[in-house]
């Protein structure tokens, strides 16, 4: 074979052996891009799945008092869900209201809810809004209400241990009786809260004048 019929037959190999490294190289990418787009189908299918199940939710929590007021709401997903004057408290003949313990309320809208003795320990209510809302007697322990908006809620009676309140708006709020102890209050806004000498403050928590009365 004479040098140019070796270099003619390298340079055929080094084309095939370049030609199969494009083919598989191509095919990575498609399945790498093939992937990413199934990845995303799924993405889209779960979200629209946890929509669905928030709509689910939101109707439950609007028909819980025509359906008897028995069923939990414990762990509800309602984030952002439009819950104004609401109506969870305990009934005729109830002694709780709806147990919502655990539940996402962030920036759901409760404004005018009846919230009375209503369950809502660990609730997360970051950024929610609970104007003129009643939560008197309600489980707040632990609940998570940083940015809330409690402008004229009645929380007569509302166990707010270890609550979470920082940078809250209680403008108005009744805080008559309501247990307070150990909560995390620093930034709350409490001009206008209602209190008196029973009211049980957290501990070093140096109550704003005006507040007790």
């Known amino acids: 074979m004479t040098p140019e019929q070796q270099f003619e037959l390298i340079k055929d190999i080094t084309l095939v052996i370049l030609g199969a490294l494009l083919a598989l190289g191509s095919g990575l990418i498609l399945y790498w891009l093939e992937g990413k787009r199934e990845r995303r189908r799924w993405q889209l299918e779960e979200e629209r799945e946890r ?3 928030r709509k689910g939710w ?22 952002e869900a439009d819950l104004r004057g609401v109506d969870l408290g305990p009934g005729e003949g109830k002694e709780d209201g709806a147990d919502l313990s655990y539940a996402d309320l962030s920036k759901a809208d409760l404004s005018h809810a009846n919230l009375q003795r209503a369950h809502l320990e660990g609730a997360n209510l970051q950024r929610a809004i609970l104007a003129f809302a009643n939560l008197q007697g309600a489980d707040l322990r632990s609940a998570k209400l940083q940015r809330a908006i409690l402008v004229g809620v009645i929380l007569r009676g509302a166990d707010l241990r270890h609550a979470k309140l920082q940078r809250a708006i209680l403008d108005g709020a009744k805080l008559q009786g309501a247990n307070l102890k150990y909560a995390k209050l620093e930034g709350a806004g409490l001009k206008g809260a209602k209190a008196n000498k029973y009211t049980i403050w957290p501990e070093g928590f140096e109550v704003p004048e005006g507040v007790v009365r």
Do not use: F
């Open 51 to 53: 929509e669905r199940e």
């Open 58 to 79: 939101q109707e439950k929590v609007l028909n819980w008092a025509a359906t008897g007021r028995k069923e939990s709401l414990r762990r509800a997903d309602l984030r």
